[in-house]
């Protein structure tokens, strides 16, 4: 058993190595870039990577108070759908609307790997093997489509 501390400190350090991992991989564009706190340059949208005790899960968050405009943003994700695909060569979960661990509906595309803890300094290398081709499909994704978003 884990002690919160614990969890922090091992979190943090996980997070710690995957952005010194990610460091000298630039954007699509050739920008370099925190990948752990990437910004699309759009509010209410997001791309996030978590990584818990039984799971990683990375994809295009989009949290937008107003609902019309949130559920607008997912429609025209759903239309981009197959470009997305492509560039990552997956199916991806399409998420139209839950709750946040705060209460707040948002609506999210992304996909997960079961089995890995992060508290398990032996999974990191899993989970960075998940995370890095992932994001960098996500940002030459958002390289080409993010204008669609912008206004």
Do not use: C
Request: net charge negative; aromatic share 14%.
């Amino acid at each position: 058993m884990y002690k919160k501390g614990e969890i922090s400190q091992l979190k943090q350090a996980f997070w710690t190595a995957f952005g010194q991992y990610m460091k000298p991989v630039p954007t699509a564009s050739g920008l370099p870039v925190n990948w752990q706190n990437y910004k699309t340059g759009v509010k209410h949208v997001y791309f996030r990577m978590q990584a818990e005790r039984d799971h990683a899960r990375v994809g295009i968050f989009l949290q937008h108070k107003d609902e019309t405009l949130r559920l607008l943003f997912f429609e025209q994700l759903k239309a981009l759908r197959h470009l997305l695909e492509q560039e990552t060569g997956e199916v991806w979960d399409w998420v139209e609307e839950e709750q946040d661990p705060f209460g707040l509906s948002i609506s999210h595309v992304s996909t997960r790997l079961s089995g890995v803890n992060v508290l398990e300094r032996e999974d990191w290398g899993a989970l960075i093997r998940f995370f890095k081709p992932r994001m960098i499909a996500l940002d030459a994704f958002w390289d080409n489509v993010h204008p669609v978003f912008e206004g």
